[in-house]
């Protein structure tokens, strides 16, 4: 018999094709996230359930008794909306997809960083809108990119990629923040300086990028008093998890002037975005498109395939993380 999985949303058919061939799969056809009841009927009724970020898997959607789910293959690198702990307590792995998505969310970290900084949303709008009247000395002036200085929270790979980018694309300096130390070929070869705290960074960095997980542990960690730490000119930019970011302090903080802008690509409660961010032209939003690409959007299915063959097969699992 083969194993009977779901898949909680549509996947890109190359990766559809392959699940079908080597499991008894269920595809969500209509491509809506499932209600929390139907994930806990879920965990009844099959061997893996592959989640992705839209489906919040707190411990109330798990079962109280036994559960028929053995794994939970998340599409994603981030897994901050499963409760890792009910999985461990009732014996069901998790795996995620790391590594195969750095240089696509990399590049929308620039984009933003890029089109909040030369009000590139903004001028766009006003364009499409027809209310350019034509090019003048004082129209829509933004903040220059090259030569200034980007911090980044988070030097893991997406940190190190959008770094990277910045420093040998733009000649930006590079500090940042991390938890563990980080000195290696990569970081030296930028002159990236990793500095004590957070607040060391925002002190010194023109822009603030956040490439650190969410969850409990880092929920609003760009909050109202970190916010008024950042240079009064300088921007934020999110591509790592929405809750990372106090979304009413940071509406505060620019409304405010505390700080210029701000580029988001992931928000807290999302698809939910407040009415007040969308009427801001200081903010460039975009609906969470940092691994949105062909190419990266079939390798991360390829890595949950790959997970959960190796899993029922009872190989090593290449990406458990719980």
């Known amino acids: 018999m083969k194993p009977r999985i779901i898949v909680t949303r549509r996947w890109p058919a190359a990766v559809e094709k392959v699940l079908s061939e080597r499991f008894e799969t269920t595809f969500n056809t209509s491509d809506v996230p499932l209600t929390q009841d139907q994930l806990r009927d879920a965990f009844a009724e099959y061997d893996a359930i592959l989640p992705t970020v839209s489906d919040s898997l707190p411990a109330a959607a798990f079962p109280e008794g036994t559960a ?37 969310t990399a590049d929308i970290a620039m984009t933003l960083l890029l089109g909040v900084a030369r009000r590139a949303g903004e001028g766009e709008r006003e364009l499409r809108s027809g209310n350019w009247t034509g090019w003048r000395p004082t129209h829509m002036i933004g903040s220059r990119v090259s030569g200034k200085t980007i911090g980044i929270i988070g030097m893991g790979r997406i940190g190190k990629a959008t770094a990277r980018r910045a420093h040998f694309g733009f000649g ?9 130390k980080v000195d290696d070929d990569e970081t030296r070869a930028m002159a990236a300086r990793q500095l004590p705290t957070i607040e060391d960074v925002l002190a010194e960095a023109d822009f603030v990028s956040l490439h650190c997980p969410g969850g409990a542990e880092n929920r609003h960690l760009m909050d109202g008093r970190r916010l008024a730490a950042m ?53 460039m939003l975009l609906p969470h498109l940092g691994s949105a690409t062909e190419e990266t959007r079939v390798a991360m299915g390829m890595k949950v395939v790959e997970n959960t063959i190796a899993f029922f097969e009872g190989h090593d699992i290449p990406d458990r993380v719980a």
């Open 172 to 180: 930006v300096d590079v500090v940042f923040y991390n938890r563990s």
């Open 68 to 104: 028929r789910t053995r794994l939970l293959g998340n599409f994603g690198v981030g897994f901050s909306h499963i409760d890792t702990e009910a999985a461990r307590r009732l014996g069901i792995t998790v795996t995620n997809t790391p590594g195969v998505l750095t240089d696509c």
């Open 231 to 283: 240079k009064r000119g300088a921007f934020l930019i999110n591509t790592a998890r929405g809750d990372v970011v106090d979304q009413q302090a940071l509406i505060a903080a620019l409304q405010s002037g505390t700080i210029a802008g701000a580029g988001l690509d992931v928000f807290d409660g999302e698809p939910a975005v407040p009415e007040a961010l969308k009427r801001m032209e200081n903010v």
